[in-house]
């Protein structure tokens, strides 16, 4: 199809949360997007700090959380890819697959400041266009962005981040609410974020 809106959503989603799923939400309504595709990373080159959730387990959580909306699509691409995920790659396979549709890359505050840093930026306007989304804590700073190619929105401020899910999952307080139910029941059936080494998949 020819001038398709899509937004792209790419997070380590661990856990997806209604922070994430309000901003793709938000951002679709304001920009007229016909689809929001999330997309897990591979193994993030950010986080080595800590150990992040097989991507399998991250992939399943954020299907669960979209299911329900017909808008929202999950995306392999960058699960698939072997290696650290570069968002330069992640826009370079999407833009392949759908060669005719427009990218909107939504991307919360405090990653969108790194794209002053981002050594290809050049290439990645060219790309898609940028949509930097509120979240409580960072503040959205417009003063360097390339005029045109980078938009500022204010979504409903959720103060939600996977940080905080995984160390209340391993307090054992509830995320009820924080993520959809679904992830819930996923987190209690694999028991991740709990202390402790994370279970091995059946099979896997
Ligand atoms: P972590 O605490 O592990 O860093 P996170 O909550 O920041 O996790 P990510 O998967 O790192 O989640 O985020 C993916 C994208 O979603 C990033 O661009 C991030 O800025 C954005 N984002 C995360 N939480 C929110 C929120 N509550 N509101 C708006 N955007 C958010
Ligand atoms: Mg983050």
Known sequence: MTGTRIGVMGGTFDPIHHGHLV?????????????????PTG????????????????????????????RFTVSRVDVDREGPTYTIDTLTDLHRQRPDAELFFI????????????RDSERFLRLAHFVGVT??????????L???AVSLVEVPALAISSTD?????????PVWY????GVVQ???????????PVPRRPGA
């Open 165 to 173: 899910c995984r160390d209340r999952v391993a307090r054992g307080m």
């Open 135 to 144: 979240r409580p804590g960072f503040t959205l700073a417009d003063g360097h």
């Open 146 to 148: 390339p005029e045109g």
């Open 107 to 118: 991307t919360g505050a405090d990653a969108l400041a790194q794209i002053l840093t981002w």
């Open 186 to 196: 996923y987190i209690e059936k694999r028991g991740l974020y709990r202390s402790g």
């Open 178 to 181: 924080l993520v959809p139910d």
């Open 43 to 70: 193994q993030p080159w950010q986080k080595t700090e800590r150990a992040v959730s097989p991507a399998e387990d991250r992939y399943l959580m954020t299907v669960i959380a979209t299911a329900s909306n017909p």
């Open 23 to 39: 901003a793709a939400s938000e951002v679709a309504g304001l920009f007229g997007l016909d689809e929001v595709v999330f997309v």
